[in-house]
């Protein structure tokens, strides 16, 4: 490419739109943003073909371009997908591409959704492409609670159906060992374990203090709801103080329509007299003890609002006060 698109013989056709940024009308601007000239000539151009809705190998080019320069010009990444389904080009050769920018722009909200639109057309991507999985896994090693990639990782699951597809849980299992407080991956995790399938109803994930599976179709598979509370112990013991664990297994519970008592003697190892090796533990403890044992439960809602958590002492009057209207 020439120094400018101004200069360039491919582009002598268009007449490139400057930026509007109030001027031309007589007013002054509060705050101009002082754009690189080479990004000011590439998007004049931009605003140009994207007016005459130009579906060109050179217009896919130009948009290359202002993405390398701002990959965050959101209106850039639909001209670009545009482009790309109206010239029917390898969108497998697109994903390499845009793996590059992905690793390059962590937290970029716009490349993902760019993804998802590539990933949903069904004629090109009818089974999961064989290289994604392995992509996304990359991409946790650089930011393994990254928001865009697991929102992504969500959505490629019910797309591709595969909550039982063992990559799934292998690479949850991975991320946990490396990582026992990852609740990006606890919440992967139980989405892949309970969560609605197909077209069932969202059931919501963990703590969210709503329905889940179960609580639709009162159906789970014991065998699984036991492996994952083992799963759950195991981490716990690694780490008691980890609430992520504590509210899993809390999910997986109420997924089974089983009562937080089970957990009781469990529960139980981390306070003994005045050891207490996880405040988590008290909580459940509590809830444990309010269905028909007031005074204990008091008892270790007392210790949360006076040593353990004072942070959250009004929350703690309430449960007591609620407690003692039951009573």
Do not use: C
Not at 79 to 104: C, H, M
Not at 272 to 296: F, N
């Amino acid at each position: 490419m020439a120094d400018t698109y101004a200069s360039d013989p491919e582009w002598a056709d268009i007449t490139p739109i400057p930026l509007n940024d109030g001027s031309e009308s007589g007013a002054m601007p509060l705050a101009t943003i002082a754009y690189p000239d080479e990004y000011l000539d590439a998007t004049s151009y931009l605003r140009a073909v994207m007016a005459a809705n130009e579906m060109s190998e050179r217009a896919l080019k130009l948009t290359e371009n202002v993405i390398s320069m701002n990959p965050a010009h959101y209106t850039v990444w639909i001209y670009r997908a545009k482009i790309l389904f109206a010239l029917d080009k390898d969108l497998l050769e697109e994903l390499e591409w845009l793996n590059g920018v992905s690793l390059k722009y962590l937290k970029n909200y716009q490349i993902w959704s760019h993804r998802q639109i590539l990933m949903a057309s069904e004629s090109h991507f009818p089974t999961l492409p064989p290289k994604e999985l392995s992509f996304l896994m990359e991409m946790f090693a650089q930011d393994s609670k990254n928001y865009h990639v697991w929102t992504y990782r969500h959505w490629l699951v019910r797309r591709f159906g595969l909550w039982d597809h063992p990559r799934e849980l292998e690479d949850v299992d991975a991320l946990l060992k490396a990582d026992v407080r990852n609740n990006s991956a606890w919440n992967h995790r139980y989405m892949l374990r309970f969560g609605p399938r197909g077209d069932e109803p969202d059931a919501g994930m963990v703590g969210s203090g709503v329905g889940t599976k179960a609580g639709v179709h009162g159906v789970v598979d014991e065998e699984i709801v036991d492996s994952e509370l083992e799963v759950a112990k195991n981490a716990i013991l690694k780490a008691p103080e980890n609430r992520s664990p504590w509210w899993y297994a809390r999910g997986v519970l109420r997924a089974a329509s089983r009562g937080l008592g089970e957990w009781e003697e469990f529960a139980g190892l981390f306070v003994t007299g005045s050891v207490i090796k996880s405040t988590h533990a008290v909580e459940w403890l509590a809830d444990v003890y309010a269905e028909g044992r007031e005074e204990e439960a008091v008892q270790m809602l007392t210790l949360l609002r006076e040593k353990y958590d004072p942070v959250r002492k009004n929350y703690w009057d309430y449960r007591i006060k609620m407690l003692g209207q039951v009573a």
